[in-house]
């Protein structure tokens, strides 16, 4: 393994595998991305193919090639062909009038992201309050052994507040009033 001679570090090691949790993680998720896909209207995919195509690099040589095939064809450049468009309101028109609905198509793929990040949003919501829960009982019985052993950390002042669940409802209302 070559290390740039400017970086100090190194890369840490591939890992080896992948937990059998965090690989049926993965296949959950997966699975569910393919199950919501399917269940996708055809209207709804529709849009995501032309906001698909109308995002690439292709769509953009397209209209450069029909663009510049316009202008020399209305100032008269390209030998033989007719001069349709010589003020050019009718490209002005076909641009805006797409402008419209490349602007549809984007904003209906950007609310189903929207949507899909809203899930995700609480279902990290979900899994750190179960985790919070899960650490404030681990902190809970860690301190239960930890006085049974005679230990002095185990009633340390700071752990009475550590034992105590999260109220969401109560961090939410304090947001709100703080306007964070």
Known sequence: MATSSKSPTVPPPE??????ALTRNIAALKARARAEESRS??????????????????FVYVHLVILIAWVSANVGVL????????SFVILATAASVEAIFLSTFVL?????????ADKRSDLDLQI?????HEITRLIQL?????THLGLPDGQA???SELKRDVAPETVLDSLEQNDV
């Open 15 to 20: 890992p080896k595998g992948l937990s059998s």
């Open 41 to 58: 209207s055809s209207q709804e995919k529709l849009a995501q193919a032309v906001t698909a195509f109308t995002g690439s690099m292709t």
């Open 79 to 86: 030998p033989g062909a007719p001069q349709f468009d010589k």
């Open 108 to 116: 209906i793929s950007q609310n189903r992201a929207s949507a899909a």
């Open 128 to 132: 750190n309050l179960l985790a919070e």
């Open 142 to 146: 860690t301190s239960a052994i930890a």
């Open 157 to 159: 002042e700071e752990l």
